[in-house]
């Protein structure tokens, strides 16, 4: 079978030039094929599967080994709007996509494409990129599942943002066909070349048409070149500007015991050799001063998360690493069933976001401390992204695009574009039937979110602040 629907094993594949390559034409019309088992218009349906399982029931399910006091903190961001919900329950959708008609074929799935997981960060090479930037939950797992995620998302906040339905719809439109397009021009270019495309800010700034996003874009991208390591300093230490000991600001920034720190000072003595040898050598000149726990994200919300602060030969010559708890990945199940794949989900972490990303982070790596592993990245790494919070209806509908197109390269990268693109053909079809989800799954999240903001009035859930 042409780039396969069951994928090997991510250790396991690509071991041989002796293999040889499926015709790019026969996998299109594999891709065609797959049209009489899943037609373009069953992926507009929803209908929640009867065993479902409710909300108080995952959010329960997901605080099992995150640190208790800072579950209220979860809770409580999940709460503030119906995308918070959407951002803190990747595990309900997983369960919701993978209950729902798909093609089979597998990629490199992100986990969880919402429009908030997609930012700048700097390449190796100095440039400002924008690209998919979170990948706790990436895994081989169907394409179909990333963009319902996506286009969900981008109707969830829309509504959030106050925009009208239509312009809503018009968003996810142009997500999906910017995917569209882009598989297909990506599936025609040579292996090589479509793991070179990336979109960089000069890009993405003459790629954008409405004005204000524009500016958006400009503002957002001066402001990432601003996040870096010897910048944060002076906030994280309470005003310094040489190296020194992070300041509590309990519940978010908390020291451990001093055996916890030893253990992860002995962690990031054992990321070291994650690394590729000329990153290692730099990296490993710089020296430990201070470890505290710092509060990230939404579904991250106490899981483990250790910041730590290095220093060079030079006061102001400072380094923040991010080592982050991983756990498996919440789309898994749906893959190969309760047996894991990976014997490190931080390794996993790495890997598929290298995968995925056409450039990605040098000092990414990965460690284990205790019985928890983690990935290691840099904090600040000039890492920022487009404010999602205001943006207009016309920088929506702009800006949906580009994260289509950036969700499509990333697939393009992995595996199964060829197929993907002969399966979505050149017709409005599959364009509007996800768009008709997307609507239909933005109803539920809203939904949902009313529930648990109930289960919090009524004490059944702890949130830190008023809810």
Known sequence: MPESAAPPRFDEAFTSFRIPATDRDERVAYGKSLREATPHECLGDWVPTPDRPGVVEVVERAQEGRLPWLLGVRTARMAASPFGFLRGTADLMAWDVAHLPATGVHTTACGDAHIGNIGFYRSPEGRLVIDLNDFDEAHTGSWEWDL?????????????????????????????????????????????????????????????????????????????????????????????????????????????????????????????????????????????????????????????????????????????????????????????????????????????????????????????????????RQYRNMKGGVPLDAMSPEGLVDYSGIVGHLLAKGHARTSGASIISGYLGKKDAPVEAVARWARSYADQTERDHEELVKAVRDGRLPAEGDV
């Not at 339905?165 to 040579?190: F, G, M, N, T, W």
């Not at 962690?267 to 070291?272: E, N, Q």
């Not at 690493?321 to 972490?349: C, E, M, N």
């Open 148 to 376: 319902r995620r996506l286009t969900a998302s981008i109707w969830v906040l829309g509504r959030v943002n106050g925009t009208g339905e239509d312009q809503c719809e018009e968003a996810v439109h142009q997500c999906v066909i910017a995917y569209r397009d882009e598989v297909s021009a990506l599936s025609k270019e040579p292996l090589l070349r479509r793991a070179y495309d990336q979109l960089d800010v000069d890009r993405l700034h003459d790629t954008v048409s409405d004005k204000t996003l524009r500016k958006e874009v400009k503002r957002a991208a001066e402001a990432a070149r601003r996040r870096t390591s010897d910048r944060k300093l002076p906030k994280l230490a309470g005003g310094a500007t040489h190296a020194t000991r992070i300041l509590d600001d309990p519940p978010l920034i908390t020291h451990p015991s001093d055996e916890t720190t030893d253990a992860i000072a002995a962690g990031l003595d054992a990321y070291l050799p994650t690394l590729t040898p000329q990153w290692r050598r730099i990296v490993g000149g710089y020296t430990l001063v201070d470890i505290a726990h710092k509060v990230v994200g939404v579904g991250s919300v106490g899981m483990r998360a250790w910041l730590a602060l290095l220093v060079g030969s030079r006061d102001d010559d400072v380094l923040f690493l991010q080592l982050k708890q991983a756990r498996r990945s919440v789309i898994a199940p749906y893959v190969h069933g309760d047996v894991a794949w990976h014997s490190h989900q931080g390794q996993r972490v790495v890997e598929y976001q290298q995968q995925l990303q056409t450039v990605s982070d040098p000092l990414l790596g990965w460690t284990t401390v205790g019985e928890h592993q983690y990935y290691v």
